[in-house]
């Protein structure tokens, strides 16, 4: 089955600079990568996502790249902010919902 | 808020207990998913529900037994739990189910704890 690796576990940045948050994919059909925010005791939060057919994506401070080849996507924040602080989430998806993996979580403390 | 919401917020059960959760979503969504969150563990899916018809069921055991009456509420029965399925459930929905991927919107979760 598919297997999602993310990195780091944890991560502490000093604010106003940027984090990275990398996972990797085994399945060559994945086709829908989502980036997920989750605070405390709250449920994930869809923050940006990205299709199989995209190179890169952006949304503000939030950006997304995709590497088909080496089945890798990462998660670009700039300009930290302490609200940023939070648990983010990399899922891969193949054939709709019926497949998904998620990746293990990243801990982002933001410094102030 | 998400327009998802779950009961109750948090439940403590013994393993011979019977409960249920319940998850409300009030964004005209059509499909609907029960997911596990276990501490350093990634999230897993659990049910889907598309149009009130179950449309995955990724090997989970029988004591967890949900239930679509309609394209709005979705529930989670509970018997003779074990204490490793103490974890957070996560309860989403999304416009539908099927190869679109549509955002999936989700709730806060109930935090479940099996003594």
Known sequence: ?112 | ETGVTQTPRHLVMGMTNKKSLKCEQHLGHNAMYWYKQSAKKPLELMFVYNFKEQTENNSVPSRFSPECPNSSHLFLHLHTLQPEDSALYLCASSQTGGPSTDTQYFGPGTRLTVL
């Open chain 1, 1 to 112: 089955g598919e297997n999602v690796e993310q990195h780091p576990s944890t991560l502490s940045v000093q604010e106003g600079d940027s984090a990275v948050i990398k996972c990797t994919y085994s399945d060559s059909a994945s086709n829908y990568f989502p980036w997920y925010k989750q605070e405390l005791g709250k449920g994930p939060q869809l923050i940006i996502d990205i299709r199989s057919n995209v190179g890169e994506k952006k949304d503000q401070r939030i950006a997304v790249t995709l590497n088909k080849t080496a089945k890798h996507f990462s998660l670009h924040i700039t300009e930290t902010q302490p609200e940023d602080s939070a648990v983010y989430f990399c899922a891969s998806f193949s054939g709709g919902y019926q497949k998904v993996t998620f990746g293990i979580g990243t801990k982002l403390q933001v410094i102030p």
